[in-house]
Each structure stands twice: as structure tokens, then as C-alpha cells.
């Protein structure tokens, strides 16, 4: 048990020694990544965020930060997609985010690190849940968290996807990423109340299906105390848990359901798809220059669970994403690199 501990923290430690090697500098802080295209991509999200969060009142000082961009935000806790840590003997924090969802998850870290202080006290899950109502972004890869959020609370079969690309002149094709996840069927895994209770060591300990359902409850705890409409004033004080008005576990997946219409799933599959197709479109693609040389050479279909194979040209959700992408996509030219 101790050893394994000690190993556990050794390989922490080594994870944590050693960051990515390309940095790029912004004015919210550097971002490493394992290459600079990615750097620059998170580096764009990262100061999207930033300026969101200026807006946010009350205006808290912005934290010193720094963020990596690493295969394993988690250090091994499966689905931990970002994680904020502050330095022990610094007020820096290191944000760590991974490259498919970091445009969508650095936001939601730096209000972790920009907000920590002013809602000490405050129910965890409820801080997760104004972490991403405040921190994601308006466009489709935040809204891909946000479905994530409401597919565990709905409790639904996450339908199997698959994208199919072609050149036009032959020489490349494939199915990519073909996959299905499955959040379980069945009663909630925990209660409403419980979830309110758990202090913030709990909700991260928690194992996967649980630590889902736990996230996707503080986002409805989030957005049902303040409304659907565009906030962007954060309460004083924290409401208590137990007023807050969910409702039921039943009625939270109803309305959670609900949200699940044919237009909601397929901007969530087209989105899922994000890292997959900045990998075809460089390896397969290079030298283009903007989204439309891209798309003139190279095709890409989906399709979601037993429906039809969708065409993904003009598609406006895929339009949408590849124009977030392209900075990833079009290479390293142009990237100012940190000291
Ligand atoms: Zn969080």
C-alpha cells in the first residue's frame, strides 16, 4: 500500500517535472504543448477564456498561470480531461489540459485558478458547475462538454460514431475513430443530496461514472440557480445546496433528455471528432492554406449509431469546427515562441 503509494507519487513527480517542450506566450500566460501548432491552438482558447472571464464580476485579479498541454491530464484518473494545480510555494498555477478537448477545458481550469479563493466554503460540484458555465466556450467544443454534462445526467446510450474521409484524387481514405462509450443505464449512481455534500477531495476520488454524474448534476445545479440567460455577475454568497432548485434526479434526466434531439447529437459527434480530423487534415492535407483548399481536396462523412452516412461538406457544425481548428491545422509558420 505505502509502496504503491510512493510509486504513485514518484511518477507524479516525474510527470510534473518535466514540461512540454514548444511554449507559446500569451499575455494570460505560456502554453507548452508537444508541438507549436497545438501550443498556439490552446494559447487562442486560453486568452478566449481570459477575456470572458474579465467580464465575470466581481472582478477577481487574474492568477499567474501556466498551461500544459499533456496526453494524461488525469495522471491516470480516466476522463479527467484538465486539472488546475496551484504551485505549493507560488501564487502560479499550472493548468493542465489535453490537446482534444484543452480549446474547451482551459477555460473552465482558469476559472478554477482565477476564482479558487473567492468561493472557499462553496459546494463543490456547484464551483464545477459555474467552472463550466462561465468557462467553456460559447462555440461547438464547449457545447460538446456541455452535452457530456447532460448525457450523464440523462443516463442515455452514447450512440457509436464513425468518420469516414477520402481524397478526391483516391490516394488517401479510412474510417477513423470509430467508437462507442456507454454511460450506464439504470438509477442515478448517487443522490442529488450526496452530491451536494461531497467536499472537493470526494468529487475528484470519485470513480468514473460516478465523478460524470457528480459533474453533470453541478452543471444543473449551476444553471438552475442562475437561470438561462446570460449571466455575468457571480453571486456573493453561495445558495444552500438543499435550495437550489433541481428538482428531482428524474426530472433533471428528463429535462436532460430532452436536450437530446437528432441536431444536439450530431453537433456532439461532429465535435468528438475534433482531434481525429486535425490529424487527417495535416498528415493528408499539408500545405493548404485555408479551410476551403482544404475541404476542395479531401472528404469526410459520419455517421452516428445506425443512421445514415452523412456528407460533412456544408455542414454548418463541421464549418464551424474547422474554423476553430484551422490555426491548429495549418502548421507551425507565424508562432511566436516563448523564451
Ligand atoms: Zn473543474
Keep these: 500500500m505505502t509502496r504503491s503509494i510512493a510509486l504513485a507519487l514518484l511518477a507524479a513527480l516525474a510527470a510534473c517535472a518535466t514540461p512540454p517542450p514548444e511554449a507559446v506566450a500569451t499575455p494570460v500566460g505560456i502554453v507548452r504543448a508537444d508541438d507549436t501548432a497545438t501550443a498556439r491552438w490552446i494559447?487562442?482558447?486560453l486568452q478566449r477564456a481570459a477575456e470572458r472571464l474579465e467580464r465575470l464580476a466581481p472582478a477577481v485579479a487574474p492568477p499567474r498561470v501556466e498551461v500544459w498541454v499533456v496526453a494524461d491530464p488525469g495522471e491516470g484518473d480516466e476522463g479527467v480531461v484538465g486539472r488546475a494545480k496551484r504551485g505549493p510555494w507560488s501564487a502560479r498555477w499550472t493548468l493542465h489540459v489535453d490537446a482534444d478537448s484543452g480549446w474547451a477545458m482551459v477555460g473552465h481550469e482558469l476559472f478554477h485558478a482565477r476564482y479558487q479563493e473567492h468561493l472557499r466554503g462553496w459546494p463543490p460540484a456547484l464551483i464545477e458547475g459555474l467552472a463550466d458555465r462561465f468557462?467553456?466556450?460559447?462555440?461547438?467544443?464547449?457545447?460538446?462538454v456541455?452535452?457530456?454534462?447532460l448525457?450523464?445526467?440523462a443516463r442515455v446510450r452514447v450512440p457509436s460514431m464513425a468518420l469516414e474521409y477520402r481524397?478526391?484524387?483516391?490516394t488517401q481514405a479510412g474510417v477513423i475513430g470509430a467508437f462507442s462509450t456507454t454511460v450506464t443505464e439504470g438509477p442515478p449512481p448517487l443522490s442529488l443530496e450526496r452530491v451536494g455534500e461531497l467536499s472537493a477531495s470526494e468529487l475528484v476520488g470519485l470513480d468514473y461514472p460516478e465523478r460524470l454524474y457528480a459533474y453533470g448534476v453541478g452543471y444543473a445545479a449551476a444553471q438552475a440557480w442562475l437561470g438561462d440567460e446570460g449571466v455575468d455577475v457571480l453571486p456573493a454568497t453561495p445558495p444552500r445546496w438543499s435550495e437550489l432548485p433541481l428538482g428531482t434526479a428524474e426530472e433533471l434526466a428528463r429535462r436532460a433528455e430532452a436536450e437530446f434531439g437528432p441536431e444536439r447529437v450530431h453537433r456532439w459527434a461532429v465535435a468528438r471528432f475534433a482531434g481525429e480530423i486535425v490529424r487527417i487534415l495535416r498528415e493528408d492535407v499539408p500545405g493548404a492554406v485555408s479551410v476551403d483548399e482544404a475541404l476542395a481536396t479531401i472528404e469526410f462523412w459520419?455517421?452516428?449509431?445506425t443512421g445514415p452516412k452523412q456528407p460533412l461538406e456544408g455542414d454548418a457544425d463541421f464549418r464551424e469546427l474547422l474554423e476553430l481548428l484551422w490555426p491548429l491545422i495549418e502548421g507551425d509558420g507565424g508562432a511566436a515562441a516563448a523564451p
Design 43 to 45: 494559447a487562442a482558447a
Design 151 to 153: 448525457m450523464a445526467l
Design 302 to 305: 459520419l455517421t452516428v449509431d
Design 146 to 149: 456541455r452535452m457530456d454534462r
Design 135 to 144: 468557462g467553456l466556450s460559447d462555440d461547438i467544443l464547449g457545447d460538446c
Design 167 to 170: 481524397r478526391h484524387d483516391g
